[in-house]
């Protein structure tokens, strides 16, 4: 199964699940988490949503490297498409999402962890954008929400170098909320999830409208020219170099 469902009274629980490749998204599982989210957006019962992955070990590990390796500029802008609006679904979703991010969170799997309203992280968890190793900048909101997160000096560390950030640092420089036992993260989140759902339904919707405002005014067209910019880095060489570095299991060579 792709993503699963379940609630618990007003709060649902959305997994995404592809194991065999650390939860990282293809073009099928991308769609699924897309209309997992919709349908839950549509549900009058559910107030609020934690999204996690599934198994021990993985968020998400990012964008199917596999998959965009041999995509071309516009496959790539096509990617790079649906990748936002995987992204925005998150950040736009009707009920506020809480990510209990149960390990790796790596290039398009951090950008859906902060794309969510919160973040509750595993001891295990481990954040980065590691996408100009691979020959590409991050293209599914990162360049435009992580430095609003964590301030725009940590954010360029992180997005320049794609080093590895761990859960006691992501909790110093506020990437994540808190840190739970990985046995108890969903039940936690869950928690926090059916505090926010017992409010006023309407206030917080107001709320996060007003926050949205306050933090997001550029955004919008920061993705935009995002999403632009990124699909022409199929059309260069160290996209292939770095892909296909990664798929070959080898360090990439990049030119100048
Ligand atoms: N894609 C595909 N397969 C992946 C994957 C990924 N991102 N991450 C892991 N896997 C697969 C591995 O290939 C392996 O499969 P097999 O080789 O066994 O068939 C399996 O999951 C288990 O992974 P490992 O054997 O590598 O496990 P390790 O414990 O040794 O390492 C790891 C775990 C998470 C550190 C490592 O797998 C890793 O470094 N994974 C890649 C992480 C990464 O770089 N993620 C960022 C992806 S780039 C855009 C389009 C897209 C994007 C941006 C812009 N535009 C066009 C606008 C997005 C970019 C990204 O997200």
């Known amino acids: 199964m792709a993503v699963d469902i ?30 997992s989210v919709t349908q839950v957006n549509d549900r009058a019962d559910i107030r609020s949503i934690v999204l996690t992955g599934e198994g021990e070990r993985a968020f998400a590990a990012g964008a199917d490297i596999k998959y965009m390796v041999d995509l071309d500029g516009a496959g790539g802008a096509e990617f ?74 940590m954010a360029a560390e992180m997005i320049l170098s794609g080093r590895r950030v761990g859960a006691d640092e992501a909790l110093r420089i506020g990437l994540v909320n808190a840190i739970h036992p990985l046995e108890t993260l969903v039940e936690a989140s869950v928690e926090l999830a059916a505090q926010i759902a017992a409010n006023s339904p309407r206030a917080v919707a107001a709320a996060r409208d007003l926050m949205k405002l306050a933090f997001n005014g550029q955004t919008a067209s920061g993705l935009a020219t995002e999403a632009e910019l990124f699909g022409e880095a199929f059309n260069g060489p160290d996209q292939k170099e770095g892909m296909r570095a990664f798929v070959e299991k080898r360090k990439p060579i990049f030119e100048n």
């Open 6 to 35: 379940s609630t618990r009274d007003s709060v649902a629980v959305i997994t995404m699940s592809r194991p065999e490749a650390l939860n990282a998204f293809n073009v099928e599982q991308i769609q699924a988490v897309i209309d």
């Open 80 to 153: 790079g498409r649906l990748g936002h609006a995987l992204t925005r679904a998150v950040a736009e979703s009707r009920q506020p999402v809480i990510a209990a991010v149960n390990g790796f969170a790596l290039g398009g799997g951090c950008e859906v962890a902060i794309a969510a309203d919160i973040r509750f992280a595993s001891p295990n968890a481990v954040f980065a954008q590691p996408e100009v190793g691979l020959g590409i900048p991050p293209g599914w909101g990162g360049t435009q929400r992580l430095p609003r997160l964590v301030g725009p000096g």
